[in-house]
């Protein structure tokens, strides 16, 4: 029993020398600082990473048209939809991959229970019990030159009134019929809901 236990201790010992010299063999692995998110084009909206080492990116010579069809839900006023949210993402990401702002043609329909976003911070508040985070945002994409679209018809079917709109946000006849001018004029088209 002695001299079995002792043969199995020094396999035992003869293993972990092993994997102790193979280990030192092994070249040392670079370990990569995480990347900080940056917001290259959209300040305070829309973080992305600079990543490095990419095979498919925008190409900065183009003119990008994108249309975006925003229908996202409210039900956390408080806090800004990740769809929306998203949108400076798109813009950020296209940034960060060289193309130039004037090449970055950005159109947004707001509709749906989405429309309840574009409004004043009264109006907002009035319908929510909240502040708006969706105010500066907004504004944001408006400096940027988004392209800021709200149905009419969802306007009126949610209780808004045009004069509760945000400042930069033009009024539709509807969704539907912006959508397809936008598509018609060449942008490729998303919705985020």
């Given at each position: 029993?002695?001299?079995?236990?002792?043969?199995?201790?020094?396999?035992?010992?003869?293993?972990?020398?092993?994997?102790?010299?193979?280990?030192?063999?092994?070249p040392?692995?670079k370990?990569?600082?995480?990347?900080?998110?940056?917001?290259?084009l959209i300040?305070n909206?829309?973080?992305?990473?600079?990543?490095?080492?990419?095979?498919?990116?925008?190409?900065p010579?183009?003119?990008?048209?994108?249309?975006?069809?925003?229908?996202?839900?409210?039900?956390?006023?408080?806090?800004?939809?990740?769809?929306?949210?998203?949108v400076?993402?798109?813009?950020?990401?296209?940034a960060?991959?060289?193309?130039?702002?004037?090449?970055?043609?950005?159109?947004?329909?707001?509709?749906?229970?989405?429309?309840?976003s574009?409004?004043?911070?009264e109006?907002?508040?009035?319908?929510?019990?909240?502040?708006s985070?969706?105010?500066?945002?907004?504004k944001?994409?408006?400096?940027?030159?988004v392209?800021?679209?709200?149905?009419?018809?969802?306007?009126?079917?949610?209780?808004?009134?045009?004069?509760?709109?945000?400042?930069?946000?033009?009024?539709?006849?509807?969704?539907?019929?912006?959508?397809?001018?936008?598509?018609?004029?060449?942008?490729?088209?998303?919705?985020?809901?």
């Amino acid at each position: 029993m002695k001299l079995k236990t002792t043969f199995i201790l020094v396999i035992l010992l003869f293993t972990q020398l092993t994997f102790a010299q193979d280990a030192k063999k092994e070249p040392e692995k670079k370990k990569r600082a995480p990347k900080p998110w940056v917001n290259p084009l959209i300040k305070n909206y829309g973080r992305i990473l600079d990543l490095e080492d990419i095979e498919v990116k925008p190409d900065p010579d183009r003119e990008y048209k994108i249309l975006i069809e925003l229908v996202h839900d409210m039900d956390k006023p408080k806090r800004l939809n990740f769809s929306a949210n998203n949108v400076a993402r798109l813009i950020n990401l296209h940034a960060i991959g060289g193309v130039k702002p004037e090449n970055l043609k950005v159109a947004v329909v707001v509709h749906a229970q989405a429309t309840n976003s574009v409004v004043s911070q009264e109006a907002y508040q009035k319908k929510y019990e909240e502040e708006s985070p969706y105010v500066d945002f907004y504004k944001e994409l408006a400096d940027a030159g988004v392209d800021l679209v709200v149905c009419g018809q969802s306007l009126n079917l949610f209780g808004q009134k045009p004069e509760d709109v945000l400042p930069g946000v033009k009024i539709a006849t509807s969704a539907l019929t912006a959508v397809t001018t936008y598509q018609l004029k060449g942008y490729a088209y998303f919705k985020w809901d």
